[in-house]
């Protein structure tokens, strides 16, 4: 299972930090990464990071903007999102999958019910 919180409303050039508590059998192995849908578009790969917290891997439009980042302990991802532009709006997913990681979403196993950022003046 994968709870997502952390959305909301935010200003060009704000910040926001979403959060993916993940639960279950040996998800503490799964890969795990944050994926964004905005209306009308395809569902595309945002950041992903391995089952160890390591390998973090990034789409062209958020290098330099997003961190993502895992707590071992608590089982979760983490991802700040700094210097938001409008057409980062978009609902934004947690998944986790079986394999490596990457921002594949076809190879993603379990999914969150996402989570709403708005970025808007």
Same mark, same amino acid.
């Given at each position: 299972?994968?709870v997502e919180s952390g959305g909301g409303l935010v200003q060009p050039g704000g910040s926001l930090i979403l959060s993916c508590a993940a639960s279950g059998p040996n998800?503490?192995? !799964?890969?795990?990464?944050?994926? &964004?849908?905005? *209306?009308?578009?395809?569902?595309?790969?945002? $950041?992903?990071? $391995?089952?160890?917290?390591?390998? *973090?891997?990034?789409?062209?439009? @958020?290098?330099?903007?997003?961190?993502?980042?895992?707590?071992?302990?608590?089982?979760?991802?983490?991802?700040?999102? =700094? =210097?938001? &532009?409008?057409?980062?709006?978009?609902?934004?997913?947690?998944?986790?999958?079986?394999?490596?990681?990457?921002?594949? *979403?076809?190879? !993603?196993?379990?999914?969150?019910?996402? @989570?709403? @950022?708005? @970025?808007? $003046?």
């Amino acid at each position: 299972q994968l709870v997502e919180s952390g959305g909301g409303l935010v200003q060009p050039g704000g910040s926001l930090i979403l959060s993916c508590a993940a639960s279950g059998p040996n998800s503490e192995y !799964y890969a795990l990464g944050w994926f &964004r849908q905005a *209306p009308g578009k395809e569902r595309e790969g945002v $950041s992903c990071i $391995s089952g160890y917290g390591g390998s *973090p891997k990034y789409a062209d439009s @958020v290098k330099g903007r997003f961190i993502i980042s895992k707590d071992m302990e608590e089982n979760a991802v983490y991802m700040q999102m =700094n =210097n938001l &532009r409008p057409e980062d709006t978009a609902v934004y997913y947690c998944a986790a999958s079986q394999l490596t990681g990457t921002l594949d *979403p076809t190879e !993603y196993d379990y999914w969150g019910q996402g @989570v709403q @950022v708005t @970025v808007s $003046s």
